[in-house]
């Protein structure tokens, strides 16, 4: 497959084998970002027979463009129920997922959620348990999730990754997506720079662990990430075309992730430690910002991971002794500690993954060690922390992670303890399996 990322093109090819040895499929059926696009609405509706829609929105979104799809609505002679969430933030959770099916309504044929986010995560799943088509009418280029099949929710406590439905039409009228607020489109080129790790750290994978990695599907993110970074100047003057870059990098990431079948292409440590972030707000009140903005600033601080590992000379014995003396007992009173009753999951998982099994542990080893100039190689060739930092300067993004209220210690806290969320080999395991994940963490961020 050559690089594509004309996005008609991508869904014209739905369905094609690759050289991977895999079937890819896009799952989204049509995308419209252009001028105007809320008025063929209508259009897309009718193209699935639809004659009663439900609508979801919450204040904000409802202003943004969810009033202004209901008038469009009403003209169409289209039939349709509403549910708007209260107030200006909820989170993404049993509570939320709970009101938006109590709310819907089963005699609707079509879901459609105006918004992004946690709004459309929550679409997804009602559109899947109610097994009707999905329509997303996005009003912020601010995620990946708008072409994707998989819903970011918190459960138990736990950021967690639920198969959902992937949404049938994804609508991005500019004029509304210029409009937005300014934190939420920068918030959309964070959430692309974020694949600057993921990419790398599949490819890591690939090496240490076997795992299927598809170069096609990381050179199609690659190219739409290159297109965000080429428009970054754009952002701050609302440029049409770098706000179409971004949300088309956003579609195209979900695209890449459906293509993969898995998360590999577009997220990685740096959405974990944003993740570790939620989590502690949750359960302590502590600082949160959009995930994007988290995700961008964690590129930023797992880059600096990146460039200390190629300063790093392997020693076996040194790992070896390490994971013989770790205390797992003593790391789950640490991640109690830390993330509360969140914490629960992240230790319940480790029964699975079996990630700090010594056995395991030498296995890997030996394979790391035996292929570490293949491991520097993949890092040399990614970015490096003051290339990406000048992509996002350029897009007036925030840059630390204090500038978003974190302090020293969570910044720490957060890298030690990102490896726990998602069974998926990260650079901060590859630090664990050489003996220096502590090391690192007290010389790249001392608290």
């Known amino acids: 497959m050559a690089v594509e990322t004309n996005i008609e093109a991508l869904l014209a090819k739905d369905g094609f084998s690759c050289s991977c040895g895999k079937a890819h499929y896009a799952k989204v059926s049509r995308v419209l970002i252009d001028f105007g696009a809320l008025n063929k609405i209508p259009e897309l509706i009718g193209q699935y027979n639809a004659k009663k829609v439900f609508v979801f929105f919450d204040e904000n979104t409802y202003k943004a463009a969810g009033e202004r799809v209901l008038q469009i609505l009403q003209t169409a002679n289209i039939a349709y129920k509403t549910h708007c969430f209260p107030g200006e933030r909820f989170e993404p959770d049993e509570r939320s ?41 996005g009003t912020a280029p601010s995620m990946d999730g708008y072409s994707s099949a998989t819903s970011s929710m918190i459960r138990d406590g736990l950021k967690v990754s639920l198969d959902s439905k992937c949404p049938d039409i994804v609508v991005g009228d500019l004029d509304v997506l210029a409009a937005s607020p300014m934190r939420m489109i920068q918030a959309g080129i964070g959430d692309m720079a974020a694949k600057y790790v993921s990419i790398g750290e599949w490819q890591l994978s690939r090496v240490i662990n076997g795992e299927y990695y598809c170069g096609d599907v ?13 428009n970054a100047s754009g952002i701050m003057k609302r440029d049409p075309q770098a706000v179409r870059a971004v949300m088309e990098g956003m579609v195209l990431a979900g695209i890449a992730a459906n293509y993969a079948g898995i998360s590999r292409p577009v997220s990685g440590m740096e959405h974990y430690i944003s993740h570790i972030w939620d989590m502690r707000a949750l359960e302590f009140d502590s600082p949160s910002d959009l995930h994007g903005i988290q995700c961008g600033v964690a590129t930023l601080l797992t880059l600096k991971v990146f460039d200390y590992v190629k300063k790093i000379v392997p020693d076996k014995d040194k790992a070896l002794a390490y994971v013989k003396r770790f205390d797992f007992n003593a790391y789950k009173a640490y991640l109690s500690e830390n993330l509360g009753a969140g914490a629960d999951s992240m230790i319940a998982n480790e029964a699975k993954e079996g990630k700090y099994d010594p056995d395991k542990h030498a296995k890997r080893l030996d394979v790391i060690l035996d292929k570490y100039d293949e491991i520097i190689a993949i890092i040399n060739a990614m970015p490096t922390y003051d290339e990406v930092y000048a992509t996002l300067s350029a897009a007036g993004f925030p840059l630390t992670a204090e500038e978003l209220g974190f302090s020293k210690k969570e910044i720490h806290d957060a890298f030690v303890m990102a490896k726990d969320i998602r069974d998926k080999y990260v650079v901060s395991r590859l630090l664990w399996d050489l003996g220096l994940l502590e090391e690192a963490a007290d010389e790249l961020f001392p608290c």
């Open 97 to 137: 997922v709970g009101s938006a099916v109590m709310h819907f309504d089963p005699s609707c044929d079509m879901v459609i959620t105006v918004g992004t986010g946690c709004l459309n995560d929550i679409g997804k799943i009602v559109a899947n348990m109610a097994k009707k088509p999905y329509m997303i009418v």
């Open 218 to 230: 990381a050179d199609m993110v690659s190219a739409a990430l290159k297109k965000c970074a080429d």
